[in-house]
């Protein structure tokens, strides 16, 4: 893959996947090995972090809007190296062992199954959890062995300290939006990672996304572009977010299969951003504008 960034090539050592206690990924959990090849659009050096930061195994705490590209990002560096990357969607009923582990009665008995952090530590994998707010703090306490000096996860029930090894890297991220004082990460877990914030792209590297990623003609991409600029304007106004990078992708890709331009915005660009109907009708017609 080409890349745009002046970021240098890294080496990473091949630690293998350890045999272990292996088991089907939860619900909201997502390994991934073999991928398509990803394309990602650089917003500045972001990607240079990321590379000393897995140099120096420091973990990586991601800040930006919805859609701005945050879990694209992370996907993108796995592939880049070719590790294994384990997602988590966090979620308010997510607990420790969701993520560490827990016995579990089978045909033959109780056996242990590890969690996808513990999995990725095993393994020396990427661990990524996505919204990491979302989930309960006393939840969260259970990171803070693996992001400090000590870089250890232990496993009470198990009885087992295990050492993370070079190739593993832990990651988070959230939308600073959502932030409130229930939800929000303690003082003493964000200081234990470095941060990197993503935002929407500026116009020409926006542009260049959706032709990366849809093959759309530049004309349309940059018109698509320029509604998004006016909706965004909206925010804080009459819309709680602003029109994200990803919905700008979904109506490029319906306007490159053939759909009605019209249809597209309002289907991607519109509809998923409020149920108002007055804001819809406002909204359309700022759309109606740029199309003319």
């Known amino acids: 893959m080409t890349s745009r960034h002046a970021a240098r090539p890294i080496s990473i050592p091949n630690t ?4 272990g206690h292996a088991a089907q990924a939860s619900a909201e959990t997502q390994r991934e090995t073999r991928r398509e090849s990803i394309f990602y659009q650089p917003q500045g050096r972001e ?19 919805t859609g701005c590209g945050k879990t694209r990002f992370v996907r993108y560096m796995a592939e880049r190296w070719e590790r294994s990357l384990y997602t988590v969607a966090c979620h308010d009923d997510l607990t420790a062992a969701d993520l560490v582990g827990r ?68 990651v988070v ?28 792209p ?38 709680e977010e602003g029109v994200s990078t990803r919905l700008l992708v979904y109506a490029a890709t319906l306007i490159q299969a053939g759909m009605d331009p019209r249809d597209a915005c309002l289907a991607a660009l519109v509809e998923p951003l409020t149920d108002d109907a007055e804001t819809i009708a406002a909204l359309a017609e700022v759309i109606d504008a740029t199309l003319v």
């Open 16 to 19: 293998g996947a350890m045999a």
């Open 47 to 65: 990607v240079a972090l990321f590379e000393y930061a897995f140099q120096n195994r420091l973990p990586v705490m991601i800040k930006g809007p």
């Open 103 to 170: 016995h579990l009665i089978g045909a033959e008995g109780t056996f242990w199954s590890d969690g996808p952090l513990t999995r990725a530590v095993r393994e020396g994998a990427i661990c990524y959890l996505d919204e990491v707010v979302e989930a309960r703090k006393d939840t969260t306490v259970v990171l803070h062995p693996l992001t400090d000096d000590r870089r250890i996860l232990p496993l009470e029930r198990t009885g087992e300290t295990l050492q993370a090894p070079p190739g593993f890297m832990l």
């Open 173 to 200: 991220s959230y939308n600073p939006g959502y932030q409130n004082l229930l939800k929000g990460m303690k003082p003493s877990t964000r200081q234990r990672f470095v941060a990197v914030t993503l935002g929407f």
């Open 202 to 239: 500026e116009p020409r590297l926006e542009v260049a996304i959706l032709i990366g990623e849809t093959g759309i003609e530049s004309a349309w991409a940059e018109m698509l572009v320029r509604i998004a600029g006016s909706l965004r304007a909206l925010k804080d106004h009459d819309l």
